[in-house]
């Protein structure tokens, strides 16, 4: 630990990350303490504030180039020229030994490698900052590839996240940098990064995901080999494809790309709104075309570590402020974030549509295939930050993916409208969840339960007609007694009343004389206010 803490101040002070922090707006006991370090000694340079952080990661080594990359997701946060820098941090790491990538193949499957292959390639295929991927034979023939956790990986990690939270804490003292809440997207990162760790979540979601899809012309996902895959070990179909990112080849094949940037978009809402399961890392190095189908392009998917889901509250939420946005019904958005509890109570409609209104009248004045569907999402997300909005991570996650399909079917095709792609499919959508197939769809979803509470229902309606009469004779005796206690009151006080008459007309008797001898020797004024308080104490 302490190496590591001398190899991070190493790289901070390399790289004068102590420039990032803004001094005003630090405490005075931390102001001083960065004015007086030695790291200013160092010169700056030439780079860019955004370059020498995304250096600083890389130096940092695999952990922290993968929390730049999730951090450049977070555009709400981020100010726009680290964000942009944060999305060149590449995938590519230096890969680890062949021997210790079959040790650890061996050690996982409990297996020697010639048990489990017939030929496994101990140069890898690609390395990425959890895990590598060989090429491998099984003994039946087929050609797969073996994907394998880092050794060591998860020891390392742990030691960097406590690194993270000490310096998220510390960066909470900031009142700038306690807007970005620091503390919650460390806490974000480690649950998306430890769940990386366990390739059978992978593999689960690769399976759910290749069922969503089964047959389907605009998506394949190669199959998991079940028998050899691991938490630390995952084996699957090798597929051959020509990289998405890689426009040369596609164009050289005669690849109708207006047709594959359609069928990303089309993908997509598939995913959210069809099957509410999306792969949430759809950067290119994750996506291939096949080949040979140049005029009717499929693409294939891989690394299915993240993925997302919606409530079916949120999807409708969210897909009637899509259509509300085509529409320009700025109060109608304003209205269901409020309905949906997306933004803070008390919140007003007017002020919070004529707030949207100013963010996005400007975009959606331009022509449509100008218009980057993703910006105007996170233009609402940002809007609605200043009322109280809390995003939700599912929909961080949401935008994240809308903003890499968006930028990879306009790398594909710059003219594509992503607008007209979408408001069919969702038009089409709310007719068949509010219509009568979402009736009969919610029917049939419910039946089982329906059916078997249906032999009960008479027992039920008894019950609750009994619980209805009960609190009905139960309202009725506490009516009867609150009406005997306001008469008893009523009587105690009618009693008091005539009590406190009755010892005032003693009290005169027994004083009568002497009061006579008293009252002869006082002024008028006197006496008419003893009067005066004989009245009252006998009227209370």
Not at 1 to 9: E, K, N, Q, S, Y
Not at 510 to 525: D, K
Request: hydrophobic share 45%.
């Amino acid at each position: 630990m302490t190496l590591r803490l001398v190899r991070i101040f190493w790289v901070v002070t390399r790289y004068r990350l102590d420039t990032l922090i803004p001094l005003d707006r630090l405490p005075l006991p931390l102001r001083l303490l960065f004015i007086l370090s030695p790291l200013r000694l160092v010169p700056i340079g030439q780079r860019s504030r955004s370059e020498r952080l995304r250096l600083a990661l890389e130096a940092l080594g695999p952990i922290f180039v993968k929390f730049g990359q999730m951090l450049s997701t977070r555009r709400d946060l981020l100010p726009p020229d680290i964000a942009d820098e944060l999305r060149r941090l590449q995938d590519q790491v230096p890969p680890f030994p062949g021997e210790a990538a079959v040790a650890r193949v061996e050690e996982e499957l409990e297996m020697s490698l010639t048990e489990a292959f017939a030929r496994f390639d101990s140069t890898p295929l690609a390395s990425a900052s959890i895990a590598q991927v060989h090429a491998a034979t099984l003994h039946s023939g087929e050609a797969v590839v073996v994907k394998i956790i880092r050794p060591g990986i998860e020891r390392v990690m742990r030691q960097d996240m406590v690194l993270m939270y000490r310096v998220a804490r510390l960066l909470t003292l900031v009142p700038e940098a306690r807007r970005l809440r620091p503390l919650e997207v460390v806490r974000d990162y480690e649950a998306t990064l430890f769940d990386e760790l366990d390739l059978h979540k992978e593999a689960a979601n690769t399976s759910q995901l290749k069922r969503n899809f089964k047959d389907s012309p605009l998506l394949y996902v190669p199959a998991i080999h079940w028998p050899l895959t691991r938490r630390g070990v995952m084996v699957q179909e090798r597929i051959h494809g020509i990289p998405v990112a890689d426009l040369a080849a596609l164009e050289a094949q005669g690849t109708d790309l207006k047709k594959l940037a359609e069928r990303g978009v089309e993908i997509f809402f598939t995913q959210v709104f069809r099957d509410n399961f999306f792969h949430a890392d759809m950067h290119p190095g994750n996506i291939f075309v096949t080949e040979g189908k140049p005029q009717d392009p499929q693409y294939i998917a891989i690394d299915c570590g993240i993925v997302g889901s919606l409530t079916r509250e949120d999807q409708d939420y969210l897909a009637r402020n899509l259509l509300a946005f085509f529409h320009q019904d700025y109060y109608e958005v304003a209205a269901l974030h409020i309905e949906s509890g997306w933004v803070g109570e008390g919140t007003r409609a007017n002020e919070f549509a004529a707030a949207i209104r100013a963010v996005c009248e400007p975009i959606l004045e331009k022509p449509l295939k100008d218009i980057s569907f993703g910006q105007v999402l996170l233009g609402l997300f940002q809007t609605a930050r200043r009322f109280n909005m809390e995003v939700q991570p599912q929909l961080v996650l949401l935008q994240k993916t809308l903003l890499n399909i968006e930028g990879l079917g306009r790398q594909l095709y710059p003219d594509l409208d992503l607008w007209s792609t979408a408001k069919p499919y969702l038009e089409r959508w709310m007719k068949e969840r509010a219509g009568p197939r979402g009736f009969l769809e919610s029917l049939k979803r419910q039946a089982p339960e329906l059916t078997r509470q249906l032999p009960e229902l008479p027992v039920l309606a008894h019950q609750a007609l009994t619980q209805v009469e009960a609190e009905r004779q139960q309202r009725r005796r506490q009516s009867d007694a609150l009406a005997g206690m306001r008469r008893h009151l009523k009587h105690a006080a009618r009693g008091a009343r005539r009590l406190r008459f009755g010892v005032l007309l003693l009290a005169l008797a027994l004083a009568w004389q002497p009061l006579l001898a008293w009252a002869g020797q006082q002024p008028w004024p006197v006496l008419a206010a003893a009067a005066l308080g004989a009245l009252l104490l006998a009227w209370h």
